[in-house]
């Protein structure tokens, strides 16, 4: 059994393909136990290593679990912020069907519940996006919000320049109209959509930036302590996350706020297992801004990893 590489999982996971395999698997009846998180201090590092173990499995069909490491100053080692291996098993007769290029697939997986989202959430219109932040997440999330939206033109903000014009030249993003941003602020008030992915500790997003009808997509701040949009932002957001029990506790842009009494959990209007099952809707006009807060959730990548495996078989 060969290792499955980066190159192999994106050329196996279009992301047409992927967002509606992630709304299946919402919908679906995989099973998925709370995450085990530790964050470990890094001597090297000003900032902890965080490792993360994921399992989900789907009775009679498969187990997966992810290991991964999180690392935001692993670039001193010229190695990427996360780094790890999926194990999908056979659930029936136990044994190992694949490993797989963790980061890879959980790169694809996460912009593809992102475009999960939007599908329900941002206007249907919606041709311009800005893209906050310049890492691995950044053009796979611009490619799965054109995959759900006739996106054409795209911003490109982040705090390095040089990195930001970088990513807007990259071939896979040549379909598009990219220029690079030096204001965020002002970028923010021309765009349709706004995905953000950094590993910023102080909100970057104001709410008083934010224009009637945008849809707001916030995929870093993984922790607590880490935010991407500020408590205006959230006050004035209609809000769904990928899924309750994370959002409302791991993450600073959803956790601060409850905490604060900035916001209610009443307050946030479904998660994904809600709208995909249609135990919800999301209905919106075209005045509504809209807040779609992700964590991650192993479901999305037993989901992911079940379309890598059928599409090379």
């Known amino acids: 059994m060969d290792f499955i590489d980066q190159q192999t999982i994106d050329r ?72 790890g291996t999926y194990v999908l098993f056979d659930a029936v007769r136990g044994c190992v069907k694949a490993t797989m290029d963790a980061p890879a697939l959980t790169a694809k997986r996460t912009a593809a519940a992102s475009a999960l989202a939007s599908r329900f959430m941002s206007r249907p219109n919606s041709r311009k996006l800005l893209m906050v932040g310049t890492g691995t997440l950044s053009s796979q999330l611009i490619r799965a919000h054109a995959s759900v939206r006739p996106i054409e033109e795209v911003v490109i903000w982040g705090r390095n320049p040089d990195k930001a014009q970088a990513i807007a030249e990259l071939e896979s993003l040549s379909a598009f109209k990219v220029q690079v941003a030096k204001d965020l602020g002002e970028a923010v008030k021309d765009v349709d959509i706004i995905s953000v992915a950094t590993m910023s500790t102080e909100p970057l997003i104001m709410g008083d930036w934010l224009q009637e009808g945008q849809h707001l997509d916030l995929v870093g701040a993984y922790r607590p302590d880490m935010r991407e949009a500020d408590d205006e932002c959230i006050r004035r957001s209609r809000i769904v996350v990928d899924n309750y029990t994370g959002a409302c506790k791991e993450t600073g842009d959803i956790a601060t706020p409850l905490a604060n009494g900035v916001l209610q959990k009443d307050d946030i209007c479904a998660d994904l297992f809600q709208l995909c099952r249609e135990e919800r809707t999301f209905l919106r006009n075209d005045k509504d801004i809209s807040l779609f807060k992700s964590v991650g959730h192993a479901l999305e990548d037993l989901a992911a990893a079940q379309l890598v495996v059928k599409s090379l078989a």
């Open 12 to 83: 196996a996971l279009p992301f047409e393909e992927l967002v509606d395999a992630l709304q299946q698997g919402f919908a679906s009846d995989i099973e998925t136990p709370l995450r085990n998180h530790y964050d470990i201090p890094n001597p090297h590092s000003s900032r902890e290593t965080t490792l993360l173990m994921m399992p989900s499995w789907q009775a009679g069909s498969d187990i997966g679990i992810k290991l991964v490491t999180v690392t935001p100053e692993s670039h001193k080692f010229d190695l990427p912020s996360i780094q």
